[in-house]
């Protein structure tokens, strides 16, 4: 957990960016199903947003939520079968993704359009070195020689600080610590210079202090290239440390939107009331005892039985009959900030 999850949310720090700033990626009512025994299941249902230049955009959400499958099918990775895009659209670069051939999406992803994978020790190719891994898609994208491309992944290996990058080309995956691989796999995705930066939560399984390296790496990176970066993360902490603007996905729907000040402040969806409201804070009891931490009953039902109306209902305090019966739409609650919920005006903001 990162360390701003410790602190009080009103100290949450303010990042204020170019309102006016070009949108690079606009996702259109995405929806991706899945063929199972069961029967088809929607794990992305109408999901919408825009990335713009420079912006960092959280997504979060328990597992199950539809997060990792939004990413997947923006960079066309979804397996077919089971898997297929159902409807919606994806804008990068003047170009709906969803039409373009695997040949033509191999040529944006890992240079305009790149991601950094959740598990790096699993991403990278164990028999090939860090060396070999690097520069191919450094010579592919960029047309550079081996001895330029090599040369460039040294560059690249210093910027995320890998001490002794020349000796390092050479050695392979199981040599480096979890912390290094994850730096070697945002040294990959940033040798391009992409428009848009993809991390599927970059720093799942790392202790805090490597996490809080990583971060700020990205945060750099992001400001010295002028990359878009949309990061996937369950980690309420990391959205206040990191992110610019949070998006929350429950069972396959976005069900709320805004600025992270804004969402901190004064949530609009009883889901989002309880991530903020588990997040451990240092010196303050949880309200149900000494030691135990806040936390939200019952779990993200399974895609094949999702109950009727509001997804959430089964699992809030706030739930009517209404709830149970209609699904709310997605609304406008402050300028900037939307949430799907019947009852968004009676919520209490986070202590």
């Given amino acids: 957990m990162s360390d701003v999850a410790m602190n ?8 204020t960016r170019a309102t006016d700033a070009k949108t690079v990626l606009a996702v259109e009512d995405l929806c991706t199903d899945f063929r199972t025994k069961a029967g088809s299941v929607r794990a992305v249902d109408g999901v919408s947003f825009e990335l713009k ?6 997504i979060v959400g328990e597992s199950g939520s539809g997060k990792s499958v939004t990413s997947l099918s923006i960079m066309g990775l979804i397996p077919e079968p089971p898997g297929r895009i159902a409807g919606g659209r994806v804008f990068f670069d003047g170009q709906d993704l969803t039409k373009l051939t695997d040949r033509q999406l191999q040529k944006l992803r890992g240079s305009s359009l ?15 070195s860090i060396g070999r891994q690097m520069t191919e898609g450094i010579r592919q994208h960029l047309g550079m020689s081996a001895d330029q491309a090599r040369r460039h992944a040294v560059e690249m290996m210093r910027r ?5 990058p020349e000796h390092r080309l050479k050695e392979y995956p199981h040599q480096f610590s979890g912390g290094m691989l994850q730096r070697i796999m945002i040294a990959i995705a940033m040798s391009c210079n992409p428009k848009v930066l993809i991390a599927d939560e970059p720093t799942t399984a790392l ?20 990359a878009a970066i949309m990061l996937i993360t369950h980690d309420m902490g990391v959205v206040a440390e990191t992110a610019d603007r949070v998006i929350v996905m429950y069972a396959g729907q976005k069900i709320e939107e805004g600025s992270v000040e804004e969402v901190f402040r004064a949530p609009r969806h009883p ?15 949880g309200a149900v005892g000494d030691t135990e931490l806040n936390e939200i009953p019952g779990v ?3 895609l094949t039985d999702l109950p009727p109306g509001c997804r959430f209902s089964d699992r809030c305090s706030y739930a009517t009959d209404k709830c149970r019966a209609e699904t709310p739409p997605l609304e406008t609650k402050r300028p900037g900030h939307i949430a799907a919920c019947w ?9």
């Fill in 300 to 302: 993200v039902p399974p």
């Fill in 114 to 128: 790149s991601m950094i994978f959740q598990e790096p020790m699993t991403s990278l190719n164990p028999v090939l």
């Fill in 8 to 15: 009080d949310l009103s100290e949450t720090p303010v990042r």
């Fill in 207 to 226: 202790d805090v202090t490597i996490q809080a390296q990583i971060l700020e790496l990205m945060q750099e990176l992001r400001d010295m290239t002028g």
């Fill in 53 to 58: 230049a420079g912006e960092i955009l959280a």
């Fill in 271 to 285: 889901y989002t009331l309880g991530l903020l409201g588990a997040l451990p804070r240092l010196g303050q009891a």
């Fill in 160 to 164: 995320v600080s890998i001490p002794a």
């Fill in 343 to 351: 009852h968004s005006d009676e919520l209490e903001s986070p202590t």
